[in-house]
């Protein structure tokens, strides 16, 4: 096996979606190259069970790493990319899409907006 590039664990973290098979992180790094980060468009309903998803996976950042900024490490990408460049942000002026070291950072205010049931203390899923 090739060299993987090095990764962050966030120990801890919560692996995924109780039940639905839906992942948080990832196991190892890709060696076929860092998936980017990217904006991605959202189409899910408040009430739908992709929102659920997508709110399940804030509460999980927010009770991890609050408002401060967190290395991308093994956070899973697409996952980032359904709240990137509204909810979650790049904490660094030079972003690298393609690095699992780059730093994000929860913009909270847009987040509580968007997701408020992320900020209770227990989330039901």
Do not use: C
Not at 33 to 62: M, N, Y
Not at 63 to 71: L, M
């Amino acid at each position: 096996m090739a060299n993987l590039p090095d990764m962050t664990k966030h120990r801890g973290f919560p692996s995924g979606m109780p039940g639905t098979g839906i992942q948080f992180v990832i196991r190892r790094a890709n060696p076929k190259g860092v998936t980017p980060i990217k904006a991605l468009p959202r189409r899910a309903r408040p009430g739908s069970q992709e929102h659920r998803v997508d709110a399940a996976f804030l509460h999980a950042l927010w009770h991890h790493f609050g408002a401060e900024p967190f290395e991308r490490g093994n956070l899973d990408a697409a996952r980032l990319s359904l709240l990137f460049g509204r909810e979650v942000v790049a904490a660094e002026k030079d972003f690298d899409p393609l690095s699992y070291e780059a730093l994000l950072v929860i913009n909270e205010k847009t987040a509580r907006q968007s997701f408020p049931e992320s900020f209770e203390d227990v989330m039901e899923v």
